[in-house]
Every structure is written in C-alpha cells, then in structure tokens.
C-alpha cells in the first residue's frame, strides 16, 4: 500500500506544509485548488479495506480518513459523501476494465478471461466487497446504476469483444442470441466466486471455457 502521510483537519500535513504541498498561511491561487495524487490513491486504499471490513452501510468518511491516516477535510475536497466515493471508485473500475483476449480460437479466449477474472473474485477484498455492493444496490438506485456500468464496461464488454471475435471466425454463428451469449459465459464463474463461494477443483477452468465454448457454438 501507499505510504501512509497524516493531514490535520486544516489540511496541514505534520512537518508544516499543506496538503498541496504549501507553507501554512500561503494560500494557492485562486482557482488552483493542489489535491497530491499520493493522498487520493491512499484514501482510495483506505476505501477498499473499510468496505471489506465493516461494509457499505457502516463505512464512515471518519473511518476512511483514519485508515488512509489523513484528515476528515482531504477526504471531503475530493468527494462530497460516502456515496460520491464508492460510486467513483466502482465508475474507475469499470473504465479500467479486463483485458481483452485475444489467443485465436473461443475456447482459448474463454479460458483466459476466467483465469483473469478468478483471480480477481478470490481476492480477500473483492469477495466481501462486491457481495455487500450487490445488497446495497437493491436499496440504492445510484449504487445500482453504476454497478451495471462497471458490468457492461468491463466484464460484459470483454465478453461480447469475445464472441463476436469467434462469430467473425465461424466458431459462432451469425445472429447468435448475444443477452443469452453474456449470461453462459459470465454467470457460471459469478455463482461459483460470489454466491456458492467454493473453491473450484483443478481443472475447473479448463473445462467451463470447454463447455462455454461448445454451449456458445450451440446457439
């Protein structure tokens, strides 16, 4: 993790300076408002573990500040609540996406994207954070709406980029079903990861992108 570097609620770091890294009493220029890159991706951090820990509905802006060790104000410069965070975070997520593969046939294709995609589910993080965002987008409309963003622009749009490779080869025939395309390729490996939460067996892998691939010629 980044380095930790503590910030008073006046935005003074500890050893005089201001966050932007400012003597005390010298003011930026107007409009030239300085937030160090290095505080943000520590509260960034630091929102990832308190989600793990205690989970959306009591997360804090107190807690986050205190565990990326900065002041309730750095927090507060850069999102407006809790929300405005986590809806940040799950927007940046979605824009850096998954790689796409690209190994010349489906079924390599497929295994790929569930290797990637397995590690990142059995992340410790991961597997508590995304189960208690899925609870609290049935409640919350906005949760809700970027979590289908960050769906759509990462694993659903690796997954079409896929098939639609394999149909261009003749591994898939043209005018394929793509909704039901995306649900056999993404919802085996979601059940499995998030809501059975076992550890597949070796060779499990191999033999989901085997029968995707067959299942996806099927259609």
């Known amino acids: 993790m980044l380095g930790r570097m503590t910030t ?4 003074t770091k500890a050893g ?11 003011r930026a220029p107007a409009g030239a408002a300085v937030l160090r890159a290095d505080v943000t991706e520590a509260i960034r951090a630091a929102v990832f573990e308190e989600l793990a820990a205690v989970g959306y509905a009591r997360m804090s802006i107190e807690g986050i500040a205190r565990r990326a060790g ?18 940040d975070l799950v927007s940046a997520i979605a824009v850096q996406g998954l790689p796409a593969p ?3 046939s489906l079924e390599g294709d497929l295994r790929l994207l569930y290797e990637v995609t397995s590690r990142a589910l059995r992340h410790p993080v991961a597997s508590q954070i995304i189960p208690d965002l899925q609870a609290e ?5 906005d949760i809700a709406e970027a979590m289908q963003k960050a769906l759509r622009e ?3 749009g690796v997954a079409s980029g896929i098939v639609a490779a394999a149909a261009a080869r003749g591994e898939v025939r043209a005018g394929y079903d793509e909704d039901l395309a995306l649900d056999l390729i993404s919802g085996p490996l ?7 939460r076992t550890k597949p067996s070796k060779g499990y892998l ?6 995707t691939a067959g299942a996806l010629r099927a259609l």
């Open 190 to 196: 979601y059940w499995r990861f998030l809501v059975v």
């Open 206 to 211: 191999g033999g989901l992108a085997r029968t």
């Open 16 to 26: 005089g300076t201001r966050e932007g890294g400012r003597p005390p009493g010298r």
């Open 70 to 87: 900065v002041g309730k104000t750095a927090v507060y410069r850069r999102w407006r609540s809790k929300l405005h965070l986590v809806l």
């Open 8 to 11: 008073r609620a006046d935005g």
């Open 154 to 156: 990462g694993q659903q």
């Open 137 to 141: 987008a049935a409640r919350n409309p």
């Open 102 to 104: 690209d190994t010349g």
